[in-house]
């Protein structure tokens, strides 16, 4: 799939995204990134984007001309007008689900605004999905635009190098990761739990979803009402009550 982000600052995008696992993922062709500086499409000769807000108040407010030219200069691109998404702290709050309905598009295009927002009316031109990373507020679209991509990124088939563990991390089934252990056996007087060391794999997988469980419940207790549980699921928890 492809990632086009409609920015001031596209190196911070490339800078960002072209490293680790989603920049392999770029060099092997499995995704793609594409950034668009709004300031290409001012339309005036100093690069100028922003100007007063309308009303009064502090700040300046991204015109709705150069964003939406550059918009549609991806449209012009790729023959369609995809989905766009706008980060801003005003949007749905950014979900696991939300990602693998994303990862489905062959092209997403991430509008980042600046300063005190963008005009509204492009915004209702062109926008399709208004997102926030949390409630909190940043300097500007970019960072989030970047937590979005990773997570989207490695929803795709291959971006991974185990397809699997894409699978089986946090918020499978709405439920935290059960906790990881590798070599050595023992660290400072701490042990690896001995069922992972038993080759017992039912036995294992059962002790891995027991431990998603009780750290969802000790962490994200908000999670469990949306689990996925299974009977046994529901087994094991009536057991932590007695």
């Not at 092209?107 to 062109?126: T, W």
């Not at 970019?142 to 089986?168: K, Q, T």
């Not at 070599?183 to 017992?200: C, D, T, W, Y």
């Not at 000790?218 to 009550?241: H, Q, S, W, Y």
């Amino acid at each position: 799939m492809n990632f086009h982000v409609l920015t001031l600052f596209p190196d911070m995008i490339e800078q960002g995204v072209c490293t680790s696992i989603t920049g392999r993922a770029i060099d092997k062709g499995l995704i793609g990134l594409n950034t668009v500086n709004i300031r290409d499409y001012a339309g005036n000769k100093y690069g100028q984007v922003d100007d007063y807000p309308y009303g009064g108040g502090a700040g300046m407010v991204m015109q709705p001309g150069p964003v939406y030219r550059s918009y549609e200069a991806v449209v012009e691109e790729i023959g369609y007008r995809p989905r766009v998404i706008y980060l801003t702290p005003q949007g749905k709050v950014f979900h696991q689900d939300m990602a693998e309905e994303f990862s489905k598009e062959k092209d997403l295009v991430f509008l980042c605004g600046h300063y005190e927002g963008i005009d509204e009316r492009v915004l209702d031109m062109i926008v399709t999905d208004h997102v926030s990373i949390g409630d909190y507020v940043l300097t500007g679209g970019e960072l989030p635009s970047m937590v979005m991509i990773d997570a989207i990124s490695r929803l795709v088939p291959g971006v991974l190098n185990n397809d699997v563990s894409a699978e089986f991390e946090s918020f499978h089934d709405n439920l935290l990761e059960y906790p990881q252990y590798t070599r050595p056996a023992e660290f400072m007087g701490q042990e690896v739990p001995p069922i992972l060391l038993s080759g017992n794999h039912p036995k294992v997988d059962q002790w891995r979803r027991e431990q998603s469980i009780l750290r969802t419940m000790e962490r994200r207790p908000d999670l469990i009402k949306e689990a996925n549980l299974t009977k046994e699921d529901i087994k094991f928890i009536k057991t932590l009550d007695k």
